[in-house]
């Protein structure tokens, strides 16, 4: 390949490596909400109290209760990751670097300046941490009646705590989870 192109190509593919990593730090903090359909054999009222029991040891409060449509609305904290904090913040560095070692080479005479966009990953960290820590809300509905067998409910919350449902209670609470299809109103 002619070194006329190398110098180009590379710093096209800096700024795509660049451009990923920005898209990366936005989807770190998305919010990925979901809603399932909760089924158990148990009956409701006491699949009820062991959740939110449950709920409460994780954290989760209750802050509004509308008995007569059957809903709950818990409150919690969600911290973020310190790890992923770090590793966002190395990898906008080495990203910026890579970019100043490319520039320095694109335009010989710039003096050590580009070298100096290694420093432009060290924002990403605070960015994180700021955006990632956030009061999230879990929304439960009954949809079946008190002493129906098979009891049914649905959650919304985040995925992961989904799936911290499913793995600490699933078996104990014999609770088959279904993705909420249609449009199941939670209010």
């Given amino acids: 390949?002619?070194?006329s192109v190398v110098l180009p190509s590379t710093l096209l593919l800096t700024l795509l490596l660049s451009t990923g990593l920005v898209f990366f730090l936005r989807a770190s903090s998305k919010d990925r909400t979901t809603a399932m359909v909760i089924s158990s054999y148990r009956p409701s009222l006491?699949?009820?109290?062991?959740?939110?029991?449950?709920?409460?040891k994780r954290g989760w409060q209750v802050v509004r209760t509308r008995p007569e449509q059957r809903h709950l609305v818990y409150e919690g904290h969600v911290a973020?990751?310190?790890p992923l904090a770090v590793l966002l913040a190395v990898l906008g560095c080495c990203g910026g670097l890579a970019l100043g070692l490319v520039i320095?080479?694109?335009?010989?005479g710039s003096h050590p300046w580009p070298l100096g966009l290694g420093l432009v990953g060290l924002p990403a960290a605070?960015?994180?941490?700021?955006?990632?820590q956030r009061q999230e809300q879990l929304e439960i509905r009954l949809l079946t009646p008190d002493q129906v067998v098979p009891s049914r409910l649905v959650m919304r919350v985040h995925r992961d705590e989904l799936l911290a449902v499913e793995a600490a209670l699933g078996k104990t609470l014999q609770l088959q989870f279904t993705p909420c299809t249609t449009g199941?109103?939670?209010?």
Avoid: C, F, K
């Avoid at 320095?104 to 010989?108: E, I, S």
């Avoid at 605070?126 to 990632?132: G, K, T």
């Fill in 1 to 3: 390949m002619p070194p």
């Fill in 46 to 56: 006491p699949l009820l109290r062991d959740l939110d029991n449950w709920l409460a």
């Fill in 80 to 82: 973020a990751s310190v």
């Fill in 104 to 108: 320095g080479q694109v335009l010989p």
């Fill in 126 to 132: 605070p960015v994180y941490l700021h955006r990632a």
């Fill in 184 to 187: 199941l109103s939670l209010e």
